[in-house]
């Protein structure tokens, strides 16, 4: 069986494996305060463009995005999302249960916009009853989006202007960000977003790390006393030094970007062959996420083969369905679904 349903079902890159090798008898102090965070930290910081912002290593993007979010807002407020985001939909309640509400917006791509934003804060404002609802104080958008989407320049710049406009965080979930940024298309940059956010993530664990998200924050008031958070929700790792080894390798002579590319391309390699095939998509895009419709009938042969994930049902004989390809997809598994797609489709 060849799994395209997920871009993490591999371990890592070797040269993430050869680094904790090299470095596993070292000794070093714990909890994220060694030789090796240090580094990757600079680096993210060289990246980013900007030597003032605080670096923080976590183990998951689900315990990211409930550190995050639990350390920005106050008890009465919440965080506005796409309908579609990730911790709406796909992760247990994780900031509900930290006591702040989760508040979607409509959205069909995976994406919101400025005006939806200034739209709703407005409305609350002007409620009557304001401290009867629960107060908008952040934006969580994801880049790539949860349907492979991707923000331009032009859109985020307008959502963070709105969102200091307004006095509210701008927060980007980037599980995926070097599947965005590596992509063809993309007009954003690492340094674009640390100028646009007040803090965002660089993920690892889909992107040739075993585990490892790299927090970035740029706004000084998210800052303070962020380990304290972290250690509170359990992520504080012991080992963290395991943390810092792995993106310090990733970051090493642009490799984390270079895998990306990788997966786009063999992601594209994908896109001519239903485009060939006249395919239609649930949500077109340009990352590593792909999001056919096709017959039952040719899922059904494809699932003998090939994993995937299943998204919805389009009609009564099509369903929409997600192929992903990673920084580990090799170019023979992607001519093996192309061709077997081809023989399918034209039968």
Not at 33 to 42: F, G, L, P, V, Y
Request: glycine share 8%.
């Amino acid at each position: 069986m060849i799994y395209f349903n997920n871009d993490y079902a591999e371990g890592c890159h070797e040269a993430v494996l050869n680094a904790l090798v090299r470095t596993n008898a070292e000794q070093t102090p714990g909890y994220g305060e060694d030789c090796h965070c240090a580094a990757a930290a600079a680096k993210i910081r060289k990246l980013c463009g900007r030597e003032d912002v605080a670096v923080h290593f976590l183990v998951g993007g689900t315990q990211t995005n409930l550190t995050v979010i639990d350390a920005a807002l106050r008890p009465h407020q919440g965080a506005l999302c796409a309908v579609s985001g990730h911790i709406n939909v796909h992760e247990t309640g994780a900031v509900e249960a930290t006591g702040h509400k989760v508040l979607p917006l409509p959205s069909a791509d995976g994406k919101i916009t400025a005006k939806q934003v200034e739209d709703y804060v407005l409305a609350h404002r002007a409620d009557g009853a304001f401290e009867h609802i629960v107060q908008p104080k952040l934006v969580y958008i994801s880049n790539p989006t949860e349907m492979g989407t991707l923000y331009n320049l032009a859109e985020l710049e307008s959502l963070s202007e709105t969102c200091h406009k307004l006095g509210l965080y701008l927060f980007m979930d980037g599980a995926r960000l070097g599947y965005g940024l590596a992509a063809s298309g993309n007009d954003v940059t690492m340094q674009d977003i640390a100028r646009l956010c007040d803090v965002f993530y660089i993920g690892g664990t889909k992107v040739g790390l075993l585990f490892g998200e790299a927090v970035v924050i740029g706004n000084p008031a998210l800052a303070e006393d962020f380990r304290y958070l972290i250690k509170q929700h359990g992520g504080m790792l012991a080992k963290g030094r395991l943390l810092g080894v792995q993106f310090d390798a990733i970051l090493e002579d642009d490799l984390y970007f270079k895998i990306a590319a990788h997966a786009d391309k063999l992601a594209d390699t994908m896109r001519e062959t239903f485009d060939e095939l006249q395919v239609p998509y649930l949500v077109p895009g340009i990352t590593n996420q792909i999001f056919p419709i096709l017959p039952d009938t040719v899922l059904e042969e494809l699932a003998k083969q090939f994993c995937f994930t299943e998204m919805e049902r389009v009609d009564e004989t099509h369903r929409a369905v997600r192929f992903c390809t990673s920084w580990a997809t090799r170019e023979e598994n992607v001519a093996l679904l192309c061709d077997v797609l081809r023989s399918l489709m034209n039968r």
